[in-house]
């Protein structure tokens, strides 16, 4: 006995044939009585079938899900004088096969492909939730927003399916990116919280180059107080290289004497530069003479005797004397006053006589290669008593590297010309690590969440210390945790400034090294349960390995051709319609794909509490210029 309610819903659904099939491309022949936009059922209106939308493919048992990528019409040719009174209009579907239906859920792919003729049918309600479901029931999920062409439809996200996955987040400013990062966090935090397992093995580290999740003062205006989440959960790291009052980050004293660090500090070249430093901080050399202050005031004064003694032409006249200061600057606060006594002497009376080719001391009038020479210079060395005890660990790197630098230089082991700019670099960078960094065995991802924030800190160092920072975790995590018991997410905001692949402000082989350190955690981090989250204005900036590389892509409006190409070359789960809406996304909206929805989804992102969303508002220049601005404007 058929069912007299499913022949009326087949019906009133049934939306016309298909016509062809072209491997997954289909065109659907509509029936002339469906053209309107609109249908009635059961004394409802249900949305005719339209770009964008969804159709059900009825082979046998087997119902297949297309989307309708765009649509033609034609009128008929009468033939004859006879007309039929018709609607005389023929339409035809573009339809683009993306998945099927099997016990009431959908899944992504194609099984088999329609014959000709077989029926097509407008999604019914639960069918049409199928489809848009993104986490499957009993699935842990949290609240995204509602779907944009349906804002009765809830879309929440699985929790396995972003937080286990490399996620990128694209779009020009105010278009929303931002609130959609902290959205996603928000929600997170806010559901496991209070979950001990959650908090003693997931670490979130977030890359804050604007300042844009760090808590302001609840008297700063209107800005939030408790960004993502309160500080329960959540600590804070504001660094500033413009005085000493930001924080500074805690990091293990191996980490700070690796050798790695000091190259991507120094942007040390690979050739000449990264082995020196290799052979410096590999050496257990200066570490033993740093621990018997006598020997190492000898070896410092014969260094400058030989410095004296040393006739090549290519050397500096200055070099005893630069060689003292770098010390004095590298013992800082704990430099002792003969020290400084000492350099002025040397400065006052050591000078080059040109004619012999040798130094000389005029008031004992005495030559470098005097036989006396040493027995008179070297006592002044030794007269000074240096202590290293309290010199900060990364000023004793600094001490050890400048020690070896002109060791080589008088020795002849080095040429100035290759490592010098190590050491002119090293003298700008020094001071800025130092307020940036500090040695200690704190953990510094105490809390589930964990800003670091850029906003003050300079060109330099803003690409230096995200690398530093992720390649520290990242290595630390390989290292101590194997099994990838524990949750480790980098979340990178304004990603362009540190994964871009073209900048004028570093070398070639820097930028390689920079990239190559992102694309092994984008690659195999998810091996050690590490994964990357990345937000950017730019994804053309990106590199391309590391945006193809992504699971999960929440696109909002993006103008330029080059970021919309970028993103649709590595963006394989995309269609026509999607890349098309990407320019005209409203604020707020966004396109998600990606291996957490089976098909391309256009959500608008709910709200975020006041107190949690990003400082990234967009101001209103009509409020600051004039405040009464809710009073009519003069005539």
């Given at each position: 006995m058929?069912?007299?309610d ?24 509509v ?70 239906l ?9 099984r ?126 504001s ?9 500074s ?12 660090f ?15 430093l ?25 260094l ?28 800082g606060?704990?430099?002792?006053l ?48 240096l ?16 020690l070896q ?10 040429n ?98 920079r990239?190559?350190t ?13 994964f ?5 204005q ?29 993103v649709?070359?590595?963006?394989a ?19 998600l ?42 005539l």
């Amino acid at each position: 006995m058929i069912d007299e309610d499913v022949l009326q819903d087949d019906s009133v659904f049934r939306v016309g044939r298909v016509a062809s099939v072209d491997g997954r491309r289909v065109k659907v022949s509509v029936d002339k009585l469906k053209n309107g936009s609109h249908l009635l059922y059961k004394g409802g209106v249900v949305r005719n079938v339209g770009v964008g939308g969804y159709v059900k493919i009825v082979k046998g048992f087997a119902e297949m899900i297309g989307k309708v990528d765009g649509e033609f019409v034609r009128e008929d040719t009468p033939t004859g004088d006879y007309q039929r009174a018709v609607d005389p209009i023929s339409r035809t579907l573009h339809v683009s096969l993306v998945g099927f239906l099997e016990g009431g859920r959908f899944q992504r792919g194609i099984r088999e492909l329609p014959l000709l003729y077989n029926e097509c049918f407008i999604l019914d309600a639960s069918e049409f939730q199928a489809v848009h479901q993104l986490a499957p029931p009993g699935v842990a999920s949290i609240d995204l927003g509602t779907l944009a062409t349906e804002p009765t439809q809830r879309v929440a996200v699985g929790i396995d399916a972003i937080f286990a996955s490399h996620v990128g987040i694209f779009g020009n400013t105010g278009s929303g990116k931002s609130y959609t990062l902290a959205k996603l966090y928000h929600e997170l935090l806010r559901e496991f919280g209070d979950q001990p397992e959650f908090l003693a093995r997931s670490q979130f580290v977030l890359i804050d180059f604007n300042g844009e999740y760090v808590d302001r003062p609840a008297d700063s205006g209107e800005f939030a107080t408790a960004v993502i989440a309160d500080q329960s959960l959540k600590k804070c790291y504001s660094l500033s290289t413009k005085n000493d009052e930001g924080d500074s980050l805690p990091l293990p004293r191996s980490a700070v004497q690796d050798p790695t660090f000091w190259k991507v500090l120094l942007d040390a070249t690979e050739k000449t530069q990264a082995p020196f430093l290799t052979r410096v901080l590999s050496s257990d050399y200066w570490d033993t003479l740093l621990d018997t202050p006598d020997q190492l005031t000898e070896v410092i004064a014969d260094l400058v005797v030989r410095a004296t003694k040393n006739t090549d032409p290519a050397m500096d006249r200055q070099t005893c004397v630069n060689f003292l200061e770098e010390i004095e600057i590298c013992l800082g606060d704990a430099a002792p006053l003969a020290l400084a006594a000492l350099i002025e002497d040397l400065r006052m009376n050591l000078q080059f006589h040109s004619n012999a080719g040798t130094y000389f001391w005029p008031a004992k009038n005495m030559y470098a290669n005097d036989p006396g020479w040493e027995g008179f210079l070297k006592p002044k060395v030794m007269a000074v008593e240096l202590d290293v005890g309290d010199v900060t660990d990364i000023d004793l790197v600094r001490f050890k590297i400048v020690l070896q630098y002109y060791r080589d230089v008088i020795s002849g082991f080095a040429n100035r010309e290759h490592v010098g700019p190590l050491i002119k670099r090293m003298q700008a960078r020094v001071p800025s690590i130092k307020r940036l960094v500090r040695v200690a065995d704190e953990d510094i991802a105490e809390c589930p969440l964990t800003v670091v924030s850029l906003r003050d800190v300079n060109l330099d160092m803003r690409k230096v210390i995200p690398m530093l920072l992720c390649k520290h975790l990242y290595e630390n995590k390989k290292d101590t945790d194997p099994s990838g018991d524990r949750h480790l997410n980098l979340i990178i905001d304004e990603a362009h400034n540190i994964l871009s692949t073209q900048s004028s402000r570093e070398s070639e082989a820097w930028r390689d090294y920079r990239l190559e350190t992102f694309e092994e955690i984008v690659k195999e981090g998810r091996k050690f349960n590490v994964f990357l989250t990345i937000a950017s204005q730019r994804p053309h900036d990106i590199a391309e390995t590391i945006i193809s590389q992504l699971h999960n892509y929440f696109l909002h409006r993006l103008v330029n051709n080059l970021d919309i190409h970028a993103v649709e070359k590595s963006v394989a789960y995309l269609d026509a319609v999607s890349f098309e809406s990407l320019p005209i996304l409203a604020t707020g909206t966004c396109v998600l794909a990606g291996v957490s929805t089976q098909v391309p989804v256009v959500v608008n992102v709910g709200e975020v509490p006041v107190s949690a969303a990003p400082n990234s508002r967009t101001m209103s220049v009509v409020k600051a210029w004039r405040p009464e601005a809710s009073a009519p404007l003069p005539l």
